[in-house]
């Protein structure tokens, strides 16, 4: 079955930081990638951070947005992706959506190929 359940969005201030998490169902955890993807109303979809495994190697890739202040990791005991927010912007206010699939993993995860997606949770920042 594949499932993946997002959670910990929130409205904050600017400056301020929050952590998303991802939980995934064990068949789409060992998807060769993960990802977050936000979109704002409005506005189409874009790639936040990925995380690519090709064999022993994994390859991280932020969007240049975001870089610096987001990070992405995975709890591989909790089959759980996460996105820690900090220094938050009003900008960075959107829908966020975990994903998995991408294609065949290392650098070459491909939004189009990304086949599963959450139901998103929602990240509001004020100024």
């Known amino acids: 079955q594949v499932q993946l359940v997002e959670s910990g969005g929130g409205s904050v201030q600017a400056g301020g930081s929050l952590r998303l998490s991802c939980v995934a169902s064990?068949?789409?955890?060992?998807?060769?990638?993960m990802g977050w993807f936000r979109q704002a109303p409005g506005k189409e979809r874009e790639r936040v951070a990925t995380?690519?495994?090709?064999?022993?190697?994994?390859?991280?890739s932020y969007a240049e947005s975001v870089k610096g202040r987001f990070t992405i990791s995975k709890d591989n005991a909790k089959n759980t992706l996460y996105l820690q927010l900090d220094n938050l912007k009003p900008e960075d206010t959107a829908m966020y959506y975990c994903?998995?699939?991408?294609?065949?993993?290392?650098?070459?995860?491909?939004?189009?190929?990304?086949?599963?997606w959450g139901q998103g949770t929602q990240v509001t920042v004020s100024s």
């Open positions: 064990a068949n789409t955890y060992s998807s060769a990638c």
């Open positions: 995380i690519g495994k090709d064999g022993v190697t994994t390859y991280i």
């Open positions: 994903a998995a699939g991408g294609g065949p993993g290392g650098s070459r995860c491909y939004t189009s190929e990304y086949n599963y």
